[in-house]
């Protein structure tokens, strides 16, 4: 019985450390909220949780790369930086698309996402201040894509599944 209590807690520390590398590249977080209602997005303004999958898409050249950057995601801060750390607290993360390169490729995947059945963009320019290509860099989608549609979305990288870590 031991083995089985201690299991459930060697997960979560799995899921915590994401096997990821500190190599520039993409990633997509998905994201499950955890809440219904208002989230004000610093002075972007104010997004509606209404349940769905949202999917946030960005990219990480500096030191660190995506596994610096992921976890920065994944621990919900007290001082917001990005606009997901206003939205973090009150989503859990459930999976993260990862593809290691020097070429960003959020703008294409912001774009794909926003192909897809029921795809809408819940508050305009969010995570996208500094892009003049995308509507925003957060989507929504009914329910959360398989890893197969992910594939066929995106093209090149892989999903990392997380257990609900919080
Ligand atoms: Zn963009």
């Not at 997960?11 to 500190?22: S, Y």
């Not at 201040?129 to 892989?158: E, I, K, V, W, Y």
Request: glycine share 10%; charged share 20%; net charge positive.
């Amino acid at each position: 019985m031991a083995a089985d209590a201690a299991a459930p807690t060697m997960d979560l520390t799995r899921a915590r450390i994401p096997p990821l590398q500190p190599k520039p590249g993409s990633y997509a977080l998905l994201l499950r909220p955890s809440t219904s209602g208002w989230v004000t997005i610093g002075r972007l303004g104010t997004l509606t949780l209404n349940g769905g999958c949202l999917i946030y898409v960005g990219s990480a050249q500096g030191p660190g790369g995506v596994a610096a950057r992921c976890r920065h995601h994944l621990l919900a801060r007290a001082k917001p930086h990005w606009h997901l750390d206003y939205l973090r607290p009150h989503c859990r993360v459930i999976g993260i698309w990862v593809h290691y390169g020097t070429t960003n490729l959020e703008h294409d995947w912001a774009r794909a996402l926003a192909t897809l059945p029921g795809a809408t963009h819940p508050l305009p320019r969010f995570g996208a201040s500094d892009c003049s290509r995308c509507p925003a860099h957060l989507a929504r989608l009914p329910r959360c894509p398989s890893a197969r549609t992910m594939r066929r979305c995106f093209a090149d990288g892989r999903l990392i599944r997380l257990q609900d870590t919080d």
